[in-house]
Each structure stands twice: as C-alpha cells, then as structure tokens.
C-alpha cells in the first residue's frame, strides 16, 4: 500500500498566504522525509482536495490521512473538510481514507505563541504588557471556546499580568471591544498577536482595526506581535495529528457540541443538518454559498 498526507488549508486570495501555505508543507517534508505530503484547500486558491487527490491515487496511493490545517475546530473541520472526503470516497472506493483532528489546543502552539509574544515585546517590559489574542471567530461556542482556554494556558505560568481574547468576525469580543477591556483593567501597554497561522484578509483587518483604536488612545501602546506562520512548531503539531489519526487514536470533543448537545443558548441547532459551504473549483461538494462567510473566509 502506498500511503499519503492529505493536508487540507482553507485557501485563501492573498498570495502572500498562498505561499506561506507551502512553506509550511516545506517544513513537513522536511520533518519526515519519508512521509509522502501533499497540500490542498477548501476554496479560493488552487489545487482543490478533488484535484489533489485523483493525482495522488493516479499516481498509486491507496491510503491517505487527511488533517485539516485549521486552528480550532469549527465548520470547516467538523462539516465541510468530511463533506469533501466523503465525496472523494465515492469517487475512489478502493482508496482507505483517515481523517485527523485539527490542531486545536496543542503545546507546541502555546510555545509558539510565547516565541511570538517575546519577539514583540522585550523582557523589561513583560511583566506591564497586557496580551491580546485575536482569533478568526466562528458560530461554534466550542470552537471560540477554545481559543479562550489557549488564552488561559498563554498566561498561567508567565509574566504576561493580562491576557484577553478577542475575534475579528462573527463573534464577541470584537478587536476594540478586546483592547477596552485592556484599558478597563489598568493595562498601559498591550501586545495584540492574531492567532492565525497566515497572513491574508482578515490578518491585515486585525492591524487595520488595531492602529485605529491606537490612534484613539494615546496613552497607551500597542505593540503588533507576529502570527503563528509556517513555522516548524506548527509542522509539528500537524504531524502529530496525522500520527493520532494513523493509531486510531484521534479524540474528538463532542461533550460540548452545538449538534449534539444542548447548550444554553444553541439549544435549537442539536440534531440540525451542517449547512456546508459551496466549493465551486471542487466538484462534488455541494451546500449552500453564504456570502458572509465566503467573504471573511477569505484569509
């Protein structure tokens, strides 16, 4: 049997992403030069999964772990990512398909948040820096739940005195409403790292919305501290997801969600259909197109 990592991205418009996308696949390759790798997204960049995939099995593949390279698990790990595979399964019956975890809370992360938190800001000034960790946001309270507890891991243990969380689309708090509660809390000086592994669309609207809300108070620094990028840790994460999915051992959290449980507040989506996105460039897949989230999906 020949055997292939199928890493999965969103995609995105913005080239420089693009090309970070695969340097990251660079860093895999690197780690495990045995290991056949391989990159495809979602949407808006090519080459689609569908494409990726019918190369890979023309070329011998008969076994494939897919990890979808996104950084919480929301829509596109939990409903759109499976929906691709499912279709693919149709198309290559004789091909065993796995599919991993998304990188999620992992300690290679946290470390990698802290190495980005230390280029900003220099050690005499840490122990007066607030932090603020700025994800995508989704409609998924588990999802934006865990960037919270990522938040949470970032301060215990190191001498960031504050460290707040914030998303820039589809959930609260927004980037301001994260950086008031900075000035609310005392904070004279604030690091604001978007916890995001490329650069893109919304990357460049979390430092738009940043240096507006600086301009707005002058007596208080912020400090832009770097996204995650393809940096080995993340490499390292992703493989460690593949090797979980490969043993079987792949844990997936669904104590607290939407779909299956009854949250306070989410109590009507328990046991609704997952509304996929629609994918144009990949054949196959269907779902409705929300404008909305195409368009702050466009990273």
């Given at each position: 049997m020949s055997h292939q990592l199928m890493i999965v991205a969103h995609g995105t418009v913005d080239e420089a992403g693009q090309a970070e996308s695969f340097r990251l696949l660079e860093e895999v390759r690197a780690l495990r030069p045995d290991l056949r790798a391989d990159l495809s997204f979602l949407e808006l960049c090519p080459p689609p999964i569908s494409e990726s995939v019918a190369a890979s099995v023309a070329d011998g593949v008969d076994r494939m772990t897919v990890v979808p390279l996104v950084l919480l698990g929301?829509?596109?790990a939990k409903g759109d990512v499976p929906a691709s595979?499912?279709?693919?399964?149709?198309?290559h019956p004789s091909v065993r398909f796995t599919y991993g975890a998304p990188l999620g809370v992992r300690p290679e992360l946290l470390e990698l948040v802290?190495?980005?938190?230390?280029?900003?800001?220099?050690?005499?000034?840490?122990?007066?820096?607030?932090v603020v960790l700025i994800g995508r946001g989704t409609s998924d309270p588990d999802a934006n739940a865990d960037l919270f507890k990522i938040a949470r891991?970032?301060?215990?243990?190191?001498?960031?005195?504050?460290?707040?969380?914030?998303?820039?689309?589809?959930?609260?708090?927004?980037?301001?409403?994260?950086?008031?509660?900075c000035r609310a809390l005392g904070a004279k000086r604030i690091a604001l790292l978007p916890y995001f592994l490329f650069t893109g669309v919304l990357e460049r609207r979390i430092r738009a919305q940043t240096r507006e809300w600086a301009a707005e108070h002058p007596g208080i620094e912020v400090v832009d501290a770097p996204y995650l990028?393809?940096?080995?840790?993340?490499?390292?994460a992703l493989?460690?997801?593949?090797?979980?999915?490969?043993?079987?051992?792949?844990?997936?959290?669904?104590?607290?969600?939407?779909?299956r449980v009854a949250l306070p507040g989410f109590e009507h989506r328990?046991?609704?259909?997952?509304?996929?996105?629609?994918?144009?460039?990949?054949?196959?897949t269907h779902g409705n197109h929300h404008e909305h989230h195409h368009a702050e999906a466009a990273q």
């Amino acid at each position: 049997m020949s055997h292939q990592l199928m890493i999965v991205a969103h995609g995105t418009v913005d080239e420089a992403g693009q090309a970070e996308s695969f340097r990251l696949l660079e860093e895999v390759r690197a780690l495990r030069p045995d290991l056949r790798a391989d990159l495809s997204f979602l949407e808006l960049c090519p080459p689609p999964i569908s494409e990726s995939v019918a190369a890979s099995v023309a070329d011998g593949v008969d076994r494939m772990t897919v990890v979808p390279l996104v950084l919480l698990g929301a829509g596109h790990a939990k409903g759109d990512v499976p929906a691709s595979i499912a279709a693919e399964r149709e198309r290559h019956p004789s091909v065993r398909f796995t599919y991993g975890a998304p990188l999620g809370v992992r300690p290679e992360l946290l470390e990698l948040v802290d190495r980005r938190l230390c280029e900003a800001v220099p050690a005499e000034h840490r122990e007066e820096t607030a932090v603020v960790l700025i994800g995508r946001g989704t409609s998924d309270p588990d999802a934006n739940a865990d960037l919270f507890k990522i938040a949470r891991m970032v301060w215990e243990g190191r001498p960031w005195p504050l460290v707040e969380t914030g998303f820039v689309s589809l959930a609260h708090p927004s980037v301001p409403e994260a950086l008031d509660r900075c000035r609310a809390l005392g904070a004279k000086r604030i690091a604001l790292l978007p916890y995001f592994l490329f650069t893109g669309v919304l990357e460049r609207r979390i430092r738009a919305q940043t240096r507006e809300w600086a301009a707005e108070h002058p007596g208080i620094e912020v400090v832009d501290a770097p996204y995650l990028g393809p940096d080995r840790a993340v490499a390292e994460a992703l493989l460690a997801r593949a090797d979980e999915a490969e043993a079987g051992r792949t844990s997936v959290n669904c104590d607290t969600c939407q779909y299956r449980v009854a949250l306070p507040g989410f109590e009507h989506r328990v046991g609704t259909p997952q509304t996929l996105h629609f994918h144009p460039d990949d054949p196959g897949t269907h779902g409705n197109h929300h404008e909305h989230h195409h368009a702050e999906a466009a990273q």
